[in-house]
């Protein structure tokens, strides 16, 4: 068992105030386990999506089948495809029946690096790409990590995909947290839930 297999968060740190659980996200580690590999980053980037009275929200509107993991129990992935071609990965935060989830936007990269190189097609450049470019943004962390529809609705306590606390090594030194408004959404763009790893290259966006 690795170190990041013994240091999962457990289910309770996702069973508290999404705008808290975006915080507390960052410095963590997100861990994807595939047959072509495992990779993973740490979280310098997310945004919180809360409730029906939240515009933004997937539930704004209602419960349907493309958010119905969002009604579900805390500790679980959120995984959706958009603008056609970009998977998302949101950890599903609150109590039962309560919508709300963090969407991971950005990771620095710390292990599978030459994989996810491969996956983002990175290698195929004539220059190294730059390591912070590998998962600089939440479509791009997907592909990096292969992350898609077939993890929506996993618990974070599984073999495949989870969360984890960093190991001293690769911990980020103490920082402060920028909280900006939202980006790339077309309404409740005014509320400040973006939050993210001040001066970390590895951000999608200052």
């Not at 509107?61 to 959706?80: C, D, I, L, Q, S």
Request: include cysteine; charged fraction near 20%; proline fraction near 7%.
């Amino acid at each position: 068992m690795t170190y990041f297999e013994q240091h999962k968060l457990p289910p309770e740190f996702y069973n508290a105030p999404t705008l808290e659980v975006a915080q507390q996200l960052l410095g963590m580690v997100l861990v994807c386990h595939t047959y072509e590999g495992s990779a993973a980053g740490l979280i310098v980037e997310t945004e919180g999506y809360v409730g029906q009275g939240d515009p933004a929200c997937h539930a704004y509107k209602g419960r349907t089948p493309r958010n119905e993991t969002m009604w579900g129990a805390p500790g679980h992935a959120y995984v959706y495809f958009t603008y056609g071609n970009h998977w998302m990965f949101n950890t599903v935060t609150e109590r039962n029946d309560f919508p709300a989830a963090a969407l991971v936007r950005a990771l620095q990269p710390v292990a599978g690096l030459d994989l996810m190189r491969q996956r983002r097609r990175l290698d195929e450049l004539k220059v190294k790409p730059e390591e912070r470019n590998l998962a600089n943004g939440p479509g791009k962390l997907t592909a990096a990590l292969g992350i898609n529809g077939t993890l929506n609705g996993l618990g974070l306590q599984s073999e495949t995909l989870f969360i984890a606390q960093p190991p001293p090594e690769i911990r980020l030194p103490s920082f402060q947290i920028v909280s900006t408004t939202r980006i790339g959404i077309s309404q409740g763009q005014d509320l400040p839930w973006r939050y993210y790893v001040a001066e970390n290259r590895c951000v999608s966006r200052r």
